[in-house]
């Protein structure tokens, strides 16, 4: 019986999710790289976050979405599950936003860290 847990989220590209959580102090290895868990068991994942206690966390593809992967029982980081999928989420928004808008000509021309966490984008783009 597996131990591990797959939770869905919205994050499709890897170079803003690695982005995300370097932002974050978060270590990760690129991969594929085995996420160990109980007894043993692995999962292979594309994005892996080793812990101290032996068990990692890994980002793995399923076809549609990098899926985290974990023994929630084993979880050691300083944020709760969803605590800590909250702030990967935001900067993973934020890299996405960067690219994209940077593939369409776009600068920032404003940034603003508001006081309940959010973050303020100002774009610009100058066109001939």
């Known amino acids: 019986m597996s ?3 797959q939770i869905k989220t919205q994050i499709r590209n890897l ?3 690695q982005a995300a959580l370097t932002d974050l102090g978060i270590d990760w ?3 594929p790289q085995e996420v160990r868990g109980y007894r043993g068991q692995t999962q292979t994942a594309e994005l ?3 812990q101290d206690n032996g068990y990692d966390i890994g980002f793995r593809w399923n076809g549609t979405e990098y899926e ?3 023994d929630l029982q084993f ?3 300083n944020w709760s599950v969803d605590r800590f999928l909250s702030h990967v989420t935001q900067r993973y928004a934020y ?3 960067l690219s994209e808008t ?4 776009f600068q920032i021309s404003e940034e603003q860290k508001n006081a309940d966490g959010s973050i303020r984008l100002v774009l610009q783009r100058w066109s001939a």
Request: glycine fraction near 8%; aromatic fraction near 8%; hydrophobic fraction near 35%.
């Open 3 to 5: 131990h591990f847990s």
């Open 15 to 17: 170079s803003s999710l």
């Open 29 to 31: 290895k690129s991969g």
């Open 48 to 50: 892996t976050i080793e």
């Open 68 to 70: 985290l992967v974990a």
């Open 75 to 77: 979880w050691r980081q």
């Open 95 to 97: 890299h996405t936003v």
């Open 102 to 105: 940077a593939q369409r000509g």
